[in-house]
């Protein structure tokens, strides 16, 4: 069983950045696609970043493309950061860390692939 524990949350004014943080208790070949989703009231949980940890490929929701930056602790794999710049109102939401087991060499955005998930930190973002 992998714990994961986000970290970094916070208000912020529109145009501001925050960097968030995930840390996961252990690495393994069940944890090589790792992911952040984010939910807003009323709205369905949805992927904005991942990575697959094999071979560091990236890959980004449309909204967030340019503004934010997924990346994994190089020394310690069982890191992973989300850093946002430029934020905007609509970024708010309820930010989740996830981890799961790559398909076909890769990742995708498919919450039932994810068996790990944190328990989330808040991100505000006012007008």
Partial sequence: QV?????GGGSV????????????SAYTYSTN???WFRQAPGKEREGVARIYTGGGVT???DSVKDRFTI?????????LYLEMNSLKPEDT????CAAGPSRGGGCDFARWT??????????????
């Fill in 59 to 61: 890959y980004y929701a």
């Fill in 33 to 35: 696609c790792m992911a």
């Fill in 3 to 7: 714990q994961l524990v986000e970290s």
């Fill in 93 to 96: 939401g309820m930010y989740y």
């Fill in 13 to 24: 004014q529109a145009g501001g950045s925050l960097r968030l943080s995930c840390a996961a």
């Fill in 114 to 127: 994810y068996l790990y998930w944190g328990q989330g930190t808040q991100v505000t973002v006012s007008s």
């Fill in 71 to 79: 990346s994994q602790d190089i020394n310690a794999k069982n890191t």
